[in-house]
Nanobody, 115 residues
Framework: QVHLTESGGGLVQAGGSLRLSCTAS????????VGWYRQAPGKQRELVAQ???????NYADAVKGRFTISRDNAKNTVFLQMNDLKPEDTAVYYC?????????WGQGTQVTVSG
């Protein structure tokens, strides 16, 4: 079992920045994947950024060049630095982890970008 706790969401003007944090209840070092998804009203949940056990980083095309995922294994924490935010980035952002055949989700944190 992995419990994920997000923080760092909020309201920001277009062009601004936010940093999301996700702290896991266990070491993230051995997780198959850990990262961020988002869900906007009326839309499906989508992958934003992910770091895999192989070291590979995946980003959604819409956030490439603006968002950066990073991790601090010693603190069991994953970060999402979001720069140059746009109104279309408004969504609930969820931390996600995969371990073996199981998936875990945080409770979500709201990000609202005003235009």
């Amino acid at each position: 079992q992995v419990h994920l706790t997000e923080s760092g969401g909020g309201l920001v003007q277009a062009g601004g920045s936010l940093r999301l944090s996700c702290t896991a209840s266990r070491s993230i070092f051995g997780l198959n994947a850990v990262g961020w998804y988002r869900q906007a009203p009326g839309k499906q949940r989508e992958l934003v950024a992910q770091t895999r056990i192989s070291g590979r980083l995946n980003y959604a095309d819409a956030v490439k060049g603006r968002f950066t995922i990073s991790r601090d294994n010693a603190k069991n924490t994953v970060f999402l630095q979001m720069n140059d935010l746009k109104p279309e980035d408004t969504a609930v952002y969820y931390c996600h982890a995969a371990f073996l055949e199981d998936e875990y989700w945080g409770q979500g944190t709201q990000v609202t970008v005003s235009g």
